[in-house]
């Protein structure tokens, strides 16, 4: 019977975990303490030190266990909590208690359901179900939203933020879905127990099928596996097949054959797009630049990797990723694709690394490493790795050296990888002490190249004077981005020339302000979207300065109207909030005179001269930060009973508001010449060569990074230099966009850099022997859009057949001026040697052909397409496209788990040599 609620009413049942269990009401508290101290006490009863007390007790619990509930709590909301408890020690006695727990700001509030684009920390904090119960009895509010423990393989137990979203049909009515969502850790069985619930079905009678994109691909028959095991993604569709009245089941034509297909034509080679499975755009902008690569493509596209293929290599896959990798590479250069699924690939990487596992968003930079060092472990022609002995220079030429760490490396790597991608860095380490140093050569397959930006960030935010007849400014004020408030305070100051003390700094929300900033915090807590206004008041008096007769209040004001309904009226927050500066013994004419001149901008007309009580605008209240709690001030002529950094708010009548206000100006801002500089000025454009040399310039060794001198017999901070000494017909390099600031905090640095397309001479910076100079060609960048918790990737890749540049975006592909290449999102670029250019490289090998529709063949006429729009837009009319093939690939695998002695020093000095690129 749910099959005939509304959609709404269908989401609000099935949204919840399933493990079997209907979600229950707020569970009662497990843990003595609550019993004793908390429950039931009602919040005049509670104080700080108790509340702070009962949850540092009750956050004891928070061990990890599988199917243990957890729950988000809003990161904004529990700061203020934790500065009203004084959990952070700053002894502020003004600290308000928080109104009620808003975590509405997480959800998708048309689908109820956890935003995307919400990261722990910075968005939500993730609490024990004891330390939920217990804030939300003493504060309420919500949304509660909850999540369980499971078990994530290598990851080991984990809270599930993310629940499966499917669309599950039934065979005997394929035109109504029922949106529900599932733990990846649901097993096959609870998964159809509860659909037949849903959809009132039995459950002997019935059969599911994973039906990703209208197409039954396999049928679900182990009731023991979870989902995830049996790569079901995010946004799919389920189909539960229902027996006929005679025991058989329904013949495949009625709902589709075991294959994709899309609504459009095949794409020409080379110009097809990749699925996204669910947060995989990391990986397939990886697969697109890999797939752009014409030394690689061909050799899979031949079919000339299977003689290579090593299936004993403990370090390797057994050849199933080199093999699902090939097959991949077919879907995308044949001429019967529409758009390419690389869920199959998918699996078998996370085999290989199963860092990857799952649908959670990765690092295009890292899949690349992992993948090239997994097709080089695959295809590795080495069976028996000998010892070799890494030596150091001790006064010997370079060219030996260098010649000699190149064979040893040889004698246990030889790939196509190794052959294409891997170039040799000259590692230089200098004694601080004894001047001892110590030269050698080690292999890499990407530079990871810092990025020489300022260590300051560029914070937008709106100065409101002390006089109000004075428009506010907007400024861009660079700080140090580790900084504090107050040094904020003193970047303002310096220049508007109003002392730093004068300005509380806010971050306004829902009309009201959120967040007033303590002089003592980082500016890390100010985020990219706050809305940050700076209100300038009258400093109190220090030391230094005469104290005036009669002290001053510094009073935030918020703007109230009354809302009326049928049978009742409430009243909500508008408008913009802002400070006044005023004497305490203020009396509430007084008051009222002085808010007017800050609500002069929103006037219908000037005010009468001669007002009365009746013909006042608006009443005065003392309200909470909330704007709730009203209370009425006493309007005669004695002095009011303000207190400093207390709110009070102007309400507005109906009438009154209809009359005076007209909410549909806007608060007139004016911009400061500091807006038009910065990141997006030529002042912040940075050349590729100017990451190289800070790449190569010497540097001393971190205090937790020392290195052993064996001439001191002590550990070091020694001076390393990099130099390179050869280079690969095949470049990659990683412009390290993203650092962490700390443990959980990570930023991005979006600075333009300025690299080259056309030609990359690298002449200046190759130190070892060449026989011509080391000039490359760009042919693909994978591309970092937006922010960290929001990010997406896509990638442009030149194409060997028309030699134009192509947007690869998930499914989507369209031709792009080259003009376009070049933006502040590049985050890994490819760069190909001209002068190992073939000519012969912009055709289709006639194996390849072949191979591709063979491969086809065998996989039930994949991706076969009906008619409709061509995935590949091109700006021009009548574009030729000739058959191509091509991949790329990327960067040096950090060649980590399972190594042996040589494996891991390969690995250790690989580690060193790119700068932590991992980071």
Known sequence: ?????????????????????????????????????????????????????????????????????????????????????????????????????????????????????????????????????????????????????????????VVELK????????????????????????????????????????????????????????????????????????????????????????????????????????????????????????????????????????????????????????????????????????????????????????????????????????????????????????????????????????????????????????????????????????????????????????????LSLPLPVQTTRTIKLTVFPLDPSVTPTKYAIDVDKHGTIFELKKAISAVTGAPPAAYFICDVYNFRFFKVFQDLESVEMIQERDVIHVHETIPPPTEQTESTATPLLRIPVLNLKEEYYMYSSRTSLFGVPFWVSVPADITYSELYKELVKHIMPFLKNEPEKEETEEKRMFKILEVDNYGAEPSDLPDNNSPLKLKDKKPIAILYSGKDLEKYIDEKKKLVIQEHSSLHKGINGEEAKIKLDDCLNLFLQEEQLGPDDPWYCNNCKEMRRAFKKFDLWTLPNVLVIHLKRFSYRNKHWREKIDTLIDFPIDELDLSDFLKGPHSSPPKYELYAVSNHFGSLGGGHYTSYCKHRGDNNWYCFDDSQVSQVNKERVLSSAAYVLFYRRKDSISKEENKLPTSTQSNIGNNNNNNNNNNNATHNNNAVKSPETNTKDTPETEKKTSEEGSQTSNVDANKAAEAVTTSSQNVSSTN
Not at 319 to 330: T, V
């Open 163 to 446: 629940l499966l979203t499917l669309y599950v049909v039934k065979s005997s009515d394929m035109a109504n879905q029922v949106e529900v969502q599932f733990s990846k850790a649901t097993t096959v069985g609870k998964f159809l127990d509860e659909m037949c619930r849903i959809m009132n079905l039995e459950e002997d009678k019935v059969r599911v099928w994973d039906y990703h994109n209208n197409n039954r691909l396999k049928i679900l028959d182990d009731p023991s596996r979870r989902l995830d095991e049996c790569q079901i993604i995010d946004n799919q569709k389920m189909l539960i097949e229902e027996q006929n009245e005679d025991g058989n089941w329904p013949g495949s034509d009625k709902f589709g054959a075991g294959r994709y297909h899309y609504d459009r034509d095949p794409t020409p080679p080379g110009k097809t797009g990749l699925i996204n499975l669910g947060n995989t755009c990391f990986m397939n902008s990886s697969i697109q630049c890999l797939s752009n690569t014409p030394p690689l493509a061909d050799y899979f596209l031949t079919s000339v990797y299977e003689n290579d293929v090593n299936e004993t290599n403990p370090l390797g896959s057994g050849g199933k990723m080199a093999r699902a990798y090939a097959k991949l590479l077919h879907q995308l250069w044949s001429d019967k694709t529409s758009v390419a699924e690389p869920r199959d690939f998918k699996w078998k990487l996370e085999k290989f690394a199963p860092q990857f596992a799952g649908y959670q968003q990765h690092d295009s930079q890292e899949l690349l490493a992992f993948l090239l060092d997994g097709l080089h472990e695959d295809l590795n022609r080495i069976r028996k790795k000998p010892y070799v002995e890494t030596k150091e220079s001790d006064g010997r030429p370079d060219e030996v050296v260098a010649k000699e760490a190149w064979e040893g490396h040889k004698k246990r790597n030889d790939s196509i990888v190794v052959d294409w991608f891997q170039g040799q860095l000259k590692s230089k380490l200098r004694c601080p002490d004894c001047s001892k140093i110590s030269i050698t050569f080690d292999p890499f397959m990407y």
């Open 1 to 157: 019977r749910d099959l005939h609620y509304p959609l709404r009413r269908q989401r609000q049942m099935c949204i919840r975990d399933r493990y079997g269990e209907k979600e229950r009401e707020a569970a009662p508290m497990s843990s003595s303490l609550h019993t004793q101290l908390g429950a039931g006490m009602s919040v005049e009863q509670t104080t700080p030190q108790k509340e702070k007390a009962i949850i540092k007790e009750l956050f004891k619990e928070n061990t990890l266990k599988v199917g243990k509930a957890y729950y988000l709590i809003s990161s904004k909301w529990y700061q203020l909590w934790k500065n009203y408890v004084n959990l952070n020690d700053w002894n502020d006695p003004d600290k308000e208690r928080p109104g009620p727990i808003t975590n509405s700001e997480l959800i998708d509030e048309e689908k109820q359901i956890l935003r995307n684009n919400v990261s722990e920390n910075l968005d939500f904090q993730i609490i024990n179900e004891s330390v939920w119960n217990q804030l939300h009895a003493w504060y309420g509010g919500g949304p509660p939203i909850k999540r369980y423990a499971i078990s994530a393989g290598f990851r080991g137990v």
